[in-house]
């Protein structure tokens, strides 16, 4: 049982109710989310942009939410991106291997390999040590780079509130709420 109640989306006005309104599947995460009112709004658009307009890869992206839900124990967003993963293309050998932290897997591309080093690094260091820039700088430009490092710290921001707040974990809807928020996309 979450720690905090969980904000009832008919209780909300304003542009966060019209949010909740679009929401084919109202989650937790949303209705826990919705407690730091002024913040809400601006965190969706943030979610929707990663989720929908960034020039880094959908599978790219994935990886690394999944990683970042790995390396911070974030039940409630691997719950939700592993079917959004399998949806864009991930494979589950690639899942599992991020699930193990071997990111050298074989199943994994050499970009793909060099981004999850480098995330690692993001995540666990801070810093990001010169073999891992120059390796995820070998793969990818600029922007996927710093798209790569938003995404990262969003989700691993996104796993800090349900881990500390214990919101309770939703029926995986990831890939329903993912379809909706690309048709607004």
């Known amino acids: 049982m979450a720690r905090l109640p969980l904000i009832d989306p ?14 084919p599947v109202k989650l ?14 601006p965190l969706m658009r943030l979610a929707n942009s990663i989720l929908h307009k960034q020039k ?20 409630y967003e ?56 120059a390796g995820v700088r070998e793969h990818f430009s600029d922007q996927e780079i710093v798209e790569a490092i938003v995404t990262l710290g969003f989700y691993m921001m996104m796993a800090r509130l349900t881990e500390a707040t214990e919101t309770d974990l939703d029926p995986a809807a990831g890939m329903v709420v993912y379809e909706s928020g690309r048709k607004r996309g």
């Open 10 to 23: 008919d209780t909300t006005s304003g542009d966060i109710r019209a949010a909740f309104d679009r929401m």
């Open 28 to 41: 937790n995460i949303f209705c826990m989310m919705a407690h730091a009112e002024t913040n809400a709004m």
């Open 56 to 75: 880094l890869s959908a599978v790219n992206r994935e990886l690394l939410i999944l990683q970042a839900a790995q390396l911070e124990g974030g039940a």
């Open 78 to 133: 691997w719950r939700q991106h592993v079917p959004i993963a399998l949806g864009v293309g991930v494979t589950q050998a690639q899942i599992d291997a991020v699930e193990r932290g071997h990111y050298d897997d074989a199943s994994l591309n050499a970009a793909e390999r060099a981004l999850l080093g480098f995330g690692r690094e993001v995540v666990e260091k801070v810093r990001v040590g010169d073999v891992a820039f």
